[in-house]
C-alpha cells in the first residue's frame, strides 16, 4: 500500500481553510493509503512558543484533528516529538545538507525579512526537518499545498544526496499529492485574499466557534452594491461567497442564487443568511465533536499513544537500517 505523509504546525485553531484545503483529502486518504499524519510540534519551535501555549495547541489540533473525523484505527495520528527517531536522523541528514542551499530556500528568504530578530539556526534547517518526518516513513505522497513545493523538492534532494554518498537506494523520492485532483483555495470573508488564521478574525472562520460569532462575521462580509443589471460580473467579495457556498451548499440553493444574481433580483442578506445557516449546518456535529473530546483526556491520551507506537515502529526500523548504511556499528 501507498504510504502517505503530512504534517501540521500547532499554531492555532482549525479553520474552515484548514478543513476543505488539508483535513478533508487527510479523511479522504486514511482508508485507501498507509497513512502517517502528524502535528509538527518541533518545527514550531521556531517560533518560541510558551511551554503552556506550546501544550495547549497541540492538544487543540489533536482534538480538533479527532473531532473532524482522523481514525487512530485506520492512520498513526501522532505528534512529531513523540518519536525519537526524527531527532536522530535530523542529525545525520544535516550533515550533508548545505548552508547555501538552505538559505537561497523561499521559506528561509522570507523569514529574513519577516522576522529579522529571530533568525535561528533551527529556520534555516526547517526544510531538513521537514525532509527528515517524509524520509522517515518512506512516503510515496505528500498531501501538501503548493506553498510547500520547493520543501519537497528539497526532501527529494537530501534522500539522493544520501543515496548517492552511500551508493544505496535506500530512500525513495517523494511526490506532492491532492487526492482530488485538484487545489482548493478556500477565500476569506473580506474579499482579500484566502482564509487564514493571520488574516484577521473577521476575514477567517474558526471551526470552534459559537454560533452568533460565525453569524455576525457572515452577515458583515464583503459585498458590493447589487447587480445594476442581469447578467453581471460577479465581484471578488460575491464570488468568494459563491466559493463558500459551493463547499457546504446543496445544488439547488446554489443554483437559487446563481439565477438571483444573474438577473440582477439578488439580495446579498438572504444569501448570507442561507450561507451562514449551511455553514452552521456542517460546523455544529464537529464543533460538539471538539468539545467533547476536549474534556476527554483519556480519549485523547490513547489516541495519541497508539498514534507514537505506529509511527515509532516505522521510524525506529528506518533509524536501524539508517544507522548500518552510515557504518555505525557496534563493539559491544
Ligand atoms: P494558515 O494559512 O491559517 O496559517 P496553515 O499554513 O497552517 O494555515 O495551513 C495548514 C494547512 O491548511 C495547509 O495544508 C494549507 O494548505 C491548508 N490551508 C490553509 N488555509 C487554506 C485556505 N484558505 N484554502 C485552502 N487550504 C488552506
Ligand atoms: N512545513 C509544513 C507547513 O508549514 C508542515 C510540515 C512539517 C510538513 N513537516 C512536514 C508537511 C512533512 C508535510 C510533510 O505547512
Same mark, same amino acid.
Given at each position: 500500500?501507498?504510504?502517505?505523509? @503530512?504534517?501540521?504546525?500547532?499554531?492555532?485553531?482549525?479553520?474552515?481553510?484548514?478543513?476543505?484545503?488539508?483535513?478533508?483529502?487527510?479523511?479522504?486518504?486514511?482508508s485507501?493509503?498507509? *497513512?502517517?499524519?502528524?502535528?509538527?510540534?518541533i518545527?514550531s519551535?521556531?517560533t518560541?512558543p510558551?511551554? +503552556?501555549?506550546?501544550?495547549a495547541?497541540?492538544?487543540?489540533?489533536?482534538?480538533e484533528?479527532?473531532?473532524?473525523g482522523?481514525?487512530?484505527?485506520? *492512520?498513526?495520528? %501522532?505528534?512529531?516529538?513523540?518519536?525519537?527517531?526524527i531527532?536522530? =536522523?535530523?542529525?545525520?541528514?544535516?550533515?550533508?545538507?548545505?548552508?547555501?542551499?538552505?538559505?537561497?530556500s523561499? @521559506?528561509?528568504k +522570507?523569514?529574513?525579512?519577516?522576522?529579522p530578530?529571530?533568525?535561528?539556526?533551527?529556520?534555516?534547517?526547517?526544510?531538513?526537518?521537514?525532509?527528515?518526518?517524509?524520509?522517515?516513513?518512506?512516503?510515496?505522497?505528500?498531501?501538501?499545498?503548493?506553498d510547500?513545493?520547493?520543501?519537497? $523538492?528539497?526532501?527529494?534532494?537530501?534522500g539522493?544526496?544520501?543515496?548517492n554518498l552511500?551508493k544505496t537506494e535506500?530512500?525513495?523520492e517523494p511526490?506532492a499529492?491532492?487526492?482530488?485532483g485538484?487545489?482548493?483555495k478556500?477565500?476569506?470573508?473580506?474579499?482579500?485574499g /484566502?482564509?487564514s488564521?493571520?488574516?484577521?478574525?473577521?476575514?477567517?472562520?474558526?471551526?470552534?466557534?459559537?454560533?452568533?460569532?460565525?453569524h455576525?462575521?457572515?452577515m458583515?462580509a464583503?459585498?458590493? @452594491?447589487?447587480?445594476?443589471?442581469?447578467?453581471?460580473k460577479?465581484?471578488e467579495?460575491?464570488?468568494? =461567497?459563491?466559493?463558500l457556498?459551493?463547499?457546504?451548499? @446543496? $445544488?439547488?440553493?446554489?443554483?437559487? %442564487?446563481? /439565477?438571483?444574481?444573474? +438577473?440582477?433580483?439578488?439580495?446579498?442578506?438572504?444569501?448570507? /443568511?442561507?450561507l451562514?445557516e449551511?455553514? =452552521?449546518?456542517?460546523?455544529r456535529?464537529?464543533?460538539?465533536?471538539?468539545? &467533547?473530546?476536549?474534556a476527554?483526556?483519556?480519549?485523547?491520551?490513547?489516541?495519541?499513544k497508539?498514534?507514537?507506537e505506529?509511527?515509532?515502529?516505522s521510524? &525506529? /526500523?528506518?533509524?536501524? &537500517?539508517?544507522? &548500518?548504511?552510515?557504518?555505525f556499528?557496534k563493539?559491544?
Amino acid at each position: 500500500m501507498k504510504r502517505v505523509v @503530512s504534517g501540521i504546525r500547532p499554531t492555532g485553531k482549525l479553520h474552515l481553510g484548514n478543513y476543505f484545503g488539508a483535513v478533508q483529502s487527510f479523511l479522504n486518504m486514511q482508508s485507501e493509503y498507509d *497513512c502517517y499524519f502528524f502535528i509538527a510540534d518541533i518545527h514550531s519551535l521556531t517560533t518560541h512558543p510558551t511551554p +503552556e501555549d506550546l501544550h495547549a495547541n497541540v492538544r487543540t489540533v489533536l482534538a480538533e484533528y479527532l473531532a473532524m473525523g482522523l481514525d487512530p484505527a485506520k *492512520c498513526a495520528l %501522532f505528534i512529531q516529538s513523540d518519536i525519537p527517531a526524527i531527532y536522530e =536522523l535530523y542529525t545525520y541528514l544535516n550533515m550533508n545538507a548545505y548552508v547555501g542551499e538552505l538559505q537561497r530556500s523561499t @521559506s528561509f528568504k +522570507e523569514k529574513i525579512r519577516s522576522q529579522p530578530d529571530n533568525v535561528n539556526a533551527g529556520l534555516l534547517t526547517y526544510p531538513v526537518l521537514m525532509a527528515v518526518d517524509i524520509l522517515v516513513h518512506h512516503a510515496d505522497y505528500v498531501p501538501v499545498g503548493k506553498d510547500q513545493q520547493q520543501h519537497l $523538492e528539497m526532501t527529494r534532494q537530501f534522500g539522493n544526496r544520501f543515496n548517492n554518498l552511500y551508493k544505496t537506494e535506500y530512500f525513495k523520492e517523494p511526490e506532492a499529492f491532492s487526492s482530488t485532483g485538484k487545489l482548493v483555495k478556500v477565500p476569506g470573508l473580506t474579499a482579500q485574499g /484566502k482564509m487564514s488564521k493571520s488574516s484577521g478574525d473577521a476575514d477567517t472562520i474558526f471551526i470552534d466557534e459559537d454560533d452568533k460569532v460565525i453569524h455576525k462575521k457572515i452577515m458583515r462580509a464583503v459585498t458590493d @452594491s447589487g447587480p445594476e443589471k442581469p447578467g453581471e460580473k460577479k465581484s471578488e467579495g460575491v464570488q468568494n =461567497l459563491f466559493d463558500l457556498m459551493a463547499l457546504v451548499s @446543496s $445544488e439547488d440553493v446554489i443554483a437559487h %442564487f446563481d /439565477k438571483a444574481h444573474s +438577473e440582477a433580483t439578488i439580495r446579498y442578506g438572504d444569501l448570507k /443568511k442561507q450561507l451562514s445557516e449551511d455553514i =452552521l449546518t456542517f460546523i455544529r456535529p464537529i464543533r460538539e465533536r471538539i468539545r &467533547e473530546i476536549s474534556a476527554d483526556n483519556a480519549y485523547i491520551a490513547q489516541a495519541a499513544k497508539i498514534g507514537a507506537e505506529k509511527a515509532n515502529a516505522s521510524a &525506529e /526500523k528506518t533509524l536501524k &537500517e539508517v544507522r &548500518e548504511i552510515i557504518g555505525f556499528k557496534k563493539f559491544y
